[in-house]
Protein backbone atom coordinates (compact mmCIF):
# COMPACT_ATOMS: atom_id res chain seq x y z
CA UNK A 1 0.00 0.00 0.00
CA UNK A 2 1.86 3.37 -1.13
CA UNK A 3 0.54 5.97 0.37
CA UNK A 4 2.66 8.54 -1.72
CA UNK A 5 2.64 7.95 -5.30
CA UNK A 6 4.84 10.14 -7.64
CA UNK A 7 2.95 9.36 -10.97
CA UNK A 8 5.81 9.87 -13.32
CA UNK A 9 9.58 8.58 -13.09
CA UNK A 10 10.14 11.02 -15.30
CA UNK A 11 10.35 14.34 -16.75
CA UNK A 12 12.35 16.45 -19.66
CA UNK A 13 12.04 20.31 -19.53
CA UNK A 14 13.95 23.26 -21.62
CA UNK A 15 16.17 25.20 -19.85
CA UNK A 16 14.27 28.27 -18.49
CA UNK A 17 10.74 26.99 -18.89
CA UNK A 18 8.80 25.64 -15.84
CA UNK A 19 9.05 22.04 -14.07
CA UNK A 20 6.03 20.89 -12.69
CA UNK A 21 6.61 17.71 -10.37
CA UNK A 22 3.16 15.97 -9.08
CA UNK A 23 2.96 14.01 -5.78
CA UNK A 24 -0.85 12.40 -4.39
CA UNK A 25 -0.93 10.79 -0.87
CA UNK A 26 -4.00 8.72 0.66
CA UNK A 27 -3.50 9.27 4.46
CA UNK A 28 -5.15 12.23 5.83
CA UNK A 29 -2.98 11.94 9.05
CA UNK A 30 -0.22 13.48 7.19
CA UNK A 31 0.17 16.90 7.61
CA UNK A 32 3.49 17.63 6.54
CA UNK A 33 5.12 17.53 3.54
CA UNK A 34 8.78 17.74 1.94
CA UNK A 35 10.68 17.34 -1.18
CA UNK A 36 14.10 16.30 -1.92
CA UNK A 37 16.37 16.34 -4.41
CA UNK A 38 18.66 13.48 -4.96
CA UNK A 39 22.00 12.49 -6.91
CA UNK A 40 23.00 9.16 -7.77
CA UNK A 41 25.08 7.90 -4.51
CA UNK A 42 24.56 10.68 -2.73
CA UNK A 43 22.09 11.56 0.05
CA UNK A 44 18.86 13.43 -0.66
CA UNK A 45 18.65 17.43 -0.18
CA UNK A 46 16.09 19.02 1.28
CA UNK A 47 14.36 21.76 -0.43
CA UNK A 48 11.50 22.74 0.33
CA UNK A 49 8.45 22.29 2.89
CA UNK A 50 5.12 22.82 3.64
CA UNK A 51 2.44 22.34 6.40
CA UNK A 52 -1.20 21.05 5.90
CA UNK A 53 -2.57 24.64 7.26
CA UNK A 54 -1.08 25.93 4.50
CA UNK A 55 -1.80 25.92 0.94
CA UNK A 56 1.61 27.47 -1.06
CA UNK A 57 5.22 27.91 0.40
CA UNK A 58 7.67 29.64 -1.61
CA UNK A 59 11.51 29.38 -1.58
CA UNK A 60 12.93 31.17 -4.42
CA UNK A 61 12.86 29.46 -7.88
CA UNK A 62 10.86 26.64 -5.66
CA UNK A 63 7.13 27.04 -5.10
CA UNK A 64 5.01 24.32 -3.37
CA UNK A 65 1.33 23.94 -3.62
CA UNK A 66 -0.68 21.82 -1.29
CA UNK A 67 -4.38 20.57 -1.85
CA UNK A 68 -6.10 18.61 0.88
CA UNK A 69 -8.93 18.10 -0.75
CA UNK A 70 -7.43 16.76 -3.16
CA UNK A 71 -4.90 14.83 -1.25
CA UNK A 72 -1.75 16.25 -3.93
CA UNK A 73 1.13 18.24 -3.58
CA UNK A 74 2.81 19.84 -6.78
CA UNK A 75 6.78 21.52 -6.93
CA UNK A 76 7.15 24.55 -9.30
CA UNK A 77 10.48 25.08 -10.45
CA UNK A 78 10.59 28.73 -12.21
CA UNK A 79 13.08 29.12 -14.33
CA UNK A 80 14.33 25.73 -14.53
CA UNK A 81 17.94 25.07 -14.66
CA UNK A 82 20.54 22.52 -15.88
CA UNK A 83 21.67 22.15 -12.16
CA UNK A 84 18.00 21.11 -11.34
CA UNK A 85 18.31 17.85 -13.53
CA UNK A 86 18.13 15.29 -10.24
CA UNK A 87 15.69 12.69 -8.41
CA UNK A 88 12.87 14.65 -6.86
CA UNK A 89 11.01 13.01 -3.87
CA UNK A 90 8.24 13.96 -1.82
CA UNK A 91 8.24 12.80 1.52
CA UNK A 92 5.07 12.90 4.19
CA UNK A 93 5.11 12.75 7.86
CA UNK A 94 2.01 12.36 10.17
CA UNK A 95 1.87 14.22 13.74
CA UNK A 96 1.77 10.69 15.14
CA UNK A 97 4.66 9.05 13.41
CA UNK A 98 7.33 11.12 14.77
CA UNK A 99 9.82 11.46 12.31
CA UNK A 100 8.82 8.82 10.14
CA UNK A 101 9.16 9.76 6.95
CA UNK A 102 6.73 8.10 3.85
CA UNK A 103 8.44 8.74 0.27
CA UNK A 104 7.17 8.81 -2.69
CA UNK A 105 9.29 6.67 -5.62
CA UNK A 106 10.41 9.73 -7.07
CA UNK A 107 10.44 11.45 -10.44
CA UNK A 108 13.86 12.14 -12.46
CA UNK A 109 13.81 15.64 -13.88
CA UNK A 110 16.26 16.33 -16.86
CA UNK A 111 16.44 20.23 -17.93
CA UNK A 112 17.71 20.36 -21.43
CA UNK A 113 20.07 23.41 -22.29
CA UNK B 1 28.07 23.75 10.53
CA UNK B 2 29.06 20.67 9.43
CA UNK B 3 26.60 18.44 7.68
CA UNK B 4 25.43 14.63 8.29
CA UNK B 5 28.30 11.89 8.50
CA UNK B 6 28.25 8.65 7.43
CA UNK B 7 30.80 6.19 7.89
CA UNK B 8 32.13 3.57 5.66
CA UNK B 9 31.04 5.48 2.78
CA UNK B 10 31.32 1.97 0.61
CA UNK B 11 31.47 -1.76 2.47
CA UNK B 12 31.26 -5.04 0.79
CA UNK B 13 30.27 -8.15 2.33
CA UNK B 14 29.08 -11.49 2.29
CA UNK B 15 26.04 -13.37 3.07
CA UNK B 16 25.78 -14.02 6.55
CA UNK B 17 27.75 -11.55 7.97
CA UNK B 18 27.38 -8.92 9.89
CA UNK B 19 27.65 -4.82 9.63
CA UNK B 20 27.76 -2.06 11.90
CA UNK B 21 27.16 1.30 9.69
CA UNK B 22 27.89 4.69 12.17
CA UNK B 23 26.66 8.04 11.59
CA UNK B 24 27.10 11.42 13.02
CA UNK B 25 23.92 13.76 12.85
CA UNK B 26 24.20 17.65 12.39
CA UNK B 27 25.42 19.20 15.53
CA UNK B 28 22.92 20.32 17.82
CA UNK B 29 20.02 17.49 16.62
CA UNK B 30 19.60 15.02 18.97
CA UNK B 31 17.17 12.74 16.60
CA UNK B 32 18.56 10.57 14.54
CA UNK B 33 16.52 8.25 11.70
CA UNK B 34 17.70 5.55 9.49
CA UNK B 35 16.20 4.64 6.33
CA UNK B 36 17.26 1.95 3.02
CA UNK B 37 16.90 3.01 -0.37
CA UNK B 38 16.55 0.26 -2.59
CA UNK B 39 15.46 0.25 -6.30
CA UNK B 40 12.82 -2.08 -6.24
CA UNK B 41 11.86 -0.43 -2.78
CA UNK B 42 12.36 3.14 -2.64
CA UNK B 43 13.39 4.73 0.40
CA UNK B 44 11.71 2.94 3.11
CA UNK B 45 11.99 4.12 6.85
CA UNK B 46 13.70 1.84 9.20
CA UNK B 47 14.24 3.38 13.06
CA UNK B 48 14.34 6.51 14.77
CA UNK B 49 16.24 7.02 17.56
CA UNK B 50 16.09 10.40 20.43
CA UNK B 51 17.80 10.88 23.64
CA UNK B 52 18.95 7.00 22.98
CA UNK B 53 15.54 5.27 22.84
CA UNK B 54 14.11 3.95 19.86
CA UNK B 55 11.00 6.50 18.96
CA UNK B 56 9.65 4.78 15.55
CA UNK B 57 10.46 1.35 14.35
CA UNK B 58 9.66 0.23 10.24
CA UNK B 59 8.56 -2.67 9.25
CA UNK B 60 11.68 -4.16 8.63
CA UNK B 61 13.02 -7.52 10.09
CA UNK B 62 14.77 -8.28 13.76
CA UNK B 63 17.84 -8.30 12.22
CA UNK B 64 18.08 -4.57 11.66
CA UNK B 65 19.09 -2.61 14.75
CA UNK B 66 20.03 0.38 15.92
CA UNK B 67 21.05 2.24 19.27
CA UNK B 68 22.15 6.19 19.76
CA UNK B 69 24.54 6.90 22.33
CA UNK B 70 24.83 10.05 24.59
CA UNK B 71 26.05 12.55 22.02
CA UNK B 72 23.36 11.69 19.58
CA UNK B 73 25.72 9.45 17.14
CA UNK B 74 23.93 6.75 16.04
CA UNK B 75 25.05 2.97 14.53
CA UNK B 76 22.46 0.40 12.74
CA UNK B 77 23.74 -3.07 12.66
CA UNK B 78 22.47 -5.75 10.02
CA UNK B 79 23.43 -9.55 11.49
CA UNK B 80 22.82 -12.56 9.12
CA UNK B 81 23.34 -10.55 5.61
CA UNK B 82 21.55 -11.45 2.93
CA UNK B 83 21.43 -10.73 -0.42
CA UNK B 84 18.51 -8.44 -0.65
CA UNK B 85 20.08 -6.18 1.94
CA UNK B 86 22.01 -4.51 -0.91
CA UNK B 87 21.27 -1.21 -0.73
CA UNK B 88 22.30 2.71 -0.08
CA UNK B 89 21.87 3.09 3.81
CA UNK B 90 21.22 6.02 4.93
CA UNK B 91 21.06 8.42 7.83
CA UNK B 92 19.18 11.78 8.61
CA UNK B 93 19.09 14.05 11.35
CA UNK B 94 16.17 16.55 12.98
CA UNK B 95 17.08 18.80 16.32
CA UNK B 96 13.80 16.83 17.93
CA UNK B 97 11.46 14.04 17.48
CA UNK B 98 8.63 15.71 16.41
CA UNK B 99 6.14 16.48 13.11
CA UNK B 100 7.02 19.05 11.03
CA UNK B 101 10.41 18.72 11.77
CA UNK B 102 12.72 19.13 8.41
CA UNK B 103 15.41 16.05 8.27
CA UNK B 104 18.80 16.32 7.06
CA UNK B 105 20.35 13.53 5.20
CA UNK B 106 24.06 12.36 5.39
CA UNK B 107 25.78 10.77 1.81
CA UNK B 108 24.80 7.25 2.89
CA UNK B 109 26.74 3.89 3.05
CA UNK B 110 26.40 1.39 0.01
CA UNK B 111 26.42 -1.50 1.19
CA UNK B 112 26.72 -4.44 -1.30
CA UNK B 113 25.89 -8.64 0.08
CA UNK B 114 27.67 -10.74 -1.97
Known amino acids: DQQVKQNSPSLSVQEGRISILNCDYT??????FLWYKKYPAEGPTFLIS?????DKNEDGRFTVFLNKSAKHLSLHIVPSQPGDSAVYFC????????????FGQGTELSVKP | KAGVTQTPRYLIKTRGQQVTLSCSPI?????VSWYQQTPGQGLQFLFEYFSETQRNKGNFPGRFSGRQFSNSRSEMNVSTLELGDSALYLCASSPVVAAQETQYFGPGTRLLVL
Open chain 1, 91 to 102: AASAYNQGGKLI
Open chain 2, 27 to 31: SGHRS
Open chain 1, 50 to 54: ISSIK
Open chain 1, 27 to 32: NSMFDY
